[in-house]
Nanobody
Framework: QVHLVESGGGSVQAGGSLKLPCAAF????????MAWFRQAPGKEREGVAH????????GYADSVKGRFGISQDNAKSTVYLQMNNLKPEDSAMYYC????????????????WGQGTQITVSS
């Protein structure tokens, strides 16, 4: 069983930065993909970034390429989402997820989810 706990959410002005940690317990070779998703009110859940925990390969949504970075600290069993140059349209609930291969940005590919952390970007 995989247990995920996000933190680091909050409010920031446009152009600012935030780093979201996701503490991951129980990740194994059966759930080697971890990803960050976001969902704004009235919108579908959107994949933001994914990472392969046993090789480090990553993928990003076009909307965040060049601004967001996903990374891992295996010693701490933590995945991070570094968010730079934040925009008001980045405001959403951000979720961490874990699942089997292949790693992707599709929500259906992930089996385990955290409770989410809210990000609000003001203009």
């Amino acid at each position: 069983q995989v247990h995920l706990v996000e933190s680091g959410g909050g409010s920031v002005q446009a152009g600012g930065s935030l780093k979201l940690p996701c503490a991951a317990f129980g990740v194994s070779y059966s759930t080697p993909c971890m990803a960050w998703f976001r969902q704004a009110p009235g919108k579908e859940r959107e994949g933001v970034a994914h990472i392969y925990m046993f090789g480090g390969g990553t993928g990003y949504a076009d909307s965040v390429k060049g601004r967001f970075g996903i990374s891992q600290d295996n010693a701490k069993s933590t995945v991070y989402l570094q968010m730079n140059n934040l925009k008001p349209e980045d405001s959403a609930m951000y979720y961490c997820a874990a699942g089997p291969l292949p790693c992707s940005l599709a929500p259906d590919g992930y089996k385990f989810w955290g409770q989410g952390t809210q990000i609000t970007v003001s203009s």
